[in-house]
C-alpha cells in the first residue's frame, strides 16, 4: 500500500503526466478563523459546487493502515479514486487529494490557505491541480475546466465572505433540489398537523421549507438546537417541534452509536433495542462499545 504522504510527494515532485494547476486568491474582511469555518467544510463546500455524490468504501489492509475508494458518477462517466486523507493545519491550510482509476482525469489536489492582512481580514489563495489520464482528460484540462472551477469556487468564496459579515443564514445557497410530485402539498398538510399540537409553536412552517431547500449535507442529521440558534428561537420549542415532525413522518428518528475517537455514526438504528453491543470502527481501527450513559 501507498501512503498519504507518499502519494501526495509523488504528486508534487514525481514523475507523472504534466500537471495543469491554477490559482485563485480572494479577499475577506474577516479573519482566518472566521472564514476557515466556512471554506474548510469542504462537504458543503463541494455540494454546493455541484460536485457529484459519492460513496466511500474502507479496505482494511493487513498492516492495520486504511484505504478509502471512492466512487461516482459524473454524467455517463463512471468515477472511481482513492481518497487520500485531508492535511490541514486548523485555521490556516488544508490540502485534498484525489487519485483516479477511472475517468478521464488522472489526479485533483486542492490546496487552500488562509493568511492574514494588515486591516483584520484575510486573503485565501486556492491552488487547484489535476493531471489528466488520457487525451480527452488532455482536452478538458486545455479547455473549460480551470475557467469553470474559478467561476463556481469564487462564488462559494464570497458566497462565505457574505455569510461571514451577517448578511446571509446560511454559508452556501445550493442548488434547487428537484422534489417529487405532490411534494410540497404532503408538507402542507404535514405542518397544520404538527401545528394543530401543542408542539408546533408556529414553527412547523419554517422547518418545512427549510427541509425543502436545505443542502442535503445538514438534512442527514438535522441538530435541532443549531436551528434554534439559526432561527433565534428558543431551542426546547424546536425540538418539540422536530419530535412532533417525527410523530407526522415529516422527520425520521436515528440513534447512532458513536465512535469515541472521531465522533462519528458507525452505525444508526431506528430504536434503541437494534444498537449492536458493540462495533469495530475501521478509518480509527478501535472498538466501539454501546453506553446508554
Known amino acids: 500500500m501507498v501512503t498519504s504522504r507518499w502519494l501526495n510527494d509523488w504528486f508534487e515532485n514525481g514523475p507523472m503526466v504534466k500537471v495543469s494547476s491554477r490559482t485563485f486568491v480572494w479577499w475577506f474582511d474577516q479573519p482566518p478563523e472566521v472564514m476557515w469555518q466556512a471554506l474548510a467544510d469542504t462537504a458543503r463546500f463541494n455540494e454546493a459546487a455541484?460536485?457529484?455524490k459519492h460513496e466511500i468504501?474502507?479496505?482494511?489492509?493487513?498492516?492495520?493502515?486504511m484505504r478509502f475508494i471512492g466512487r461516482a458518477r459524473k454524467a455517463i462517466f463512471e468515477l472511481e479514486w482513492e481518497e487520500i486523507p485531508v492535511e490541514w493545519v486548523d485555521q490556516d491550510w488544508f490540502r485534498h487529494l484525489r487519485v483516479f482509476n477511472k475517468g478521464s482525469i488522472a489526479t485533483i489536489c486542492a490546496t487552500l490557505r488562509l493568511e492574514g492582512d494588515d486591516q483584520g481580514g484575510s486573503i485565501g489563495h486556492y491552488l487547484l491541480k489535476a493531471s489528466p489520464a488520457n487525451f480527452l482528460g488532455k482536452v478538458i484540462l486545455a479547455t473549460g475546466f480551470f475557467p469553470a472551477a474559478k467561476k463556481t469556487f469564487t462564488k462559494l468564496a464570497?458566497?462565505?465572505?457574505?455569510?461571514?459579515?451577517?448578511?446571509?443564514?446560511t454559508v452556501f445557497?445550493?442548488?434547487p433540489p428537484t422534489l417529487p410530485r405532490g411534494a410540497r402539498d404532503r408538507a402542507t398538510s404535514l405542518v397544520d398537523r404538527i401545528e394543530?399540537?401543542?408542539n408546533g409553536h408556529g414553527l412547523a412552517r419554517r422547518l418545512a421549507d427549510w427541509l425543502m431547500a436545505a443542502q442535503e449535507f445538514d438534512l442527514m442529521r438535522i441538530r435541532p438546537l443549531v436551528l434554534a440558534e439559526r432561527w433565534g428561537e428558543e431551542g426546547r420549542h424546536v425540538i418539540e417541534c422536530c419530535l412532533q415532525a417525527v410523530r407526522e413522518g415529516m422527520l425520521e428518528l436515528r440513534w447512532d452509536l458513536l465512535c469515541p475517537r472521531c465522533r462519528s455514526a458507525k452505525f444508526?438504528?431506528?430504536?434503541l433495542d437494534r444498537i449492536p453491543e458493540g462495533a469495530h470502527r475501521n478509518s480509527c481501527n478501535i472498538e466501539c462499545d454501546r453506553d446508554f450513559a
Open 173 to 175: 445557497e445550493p442548488p
Open 268 to 271: 444508526s438504528v431506528t430504536s
Open 158 to 169: 464570497y458566497s462565505a465572505r457574505d455569510w461571514a459579515a451577517g448578511e446571509r443564514q
Open 196 to 198: 394543530a399540537t401543542h
Open 57 to 65: 468504501e474502507e479496505i482494511a489492509e493487513p498492516d492495520g493502515s
Open 50 to 52: 455541484g460536485l457529484p
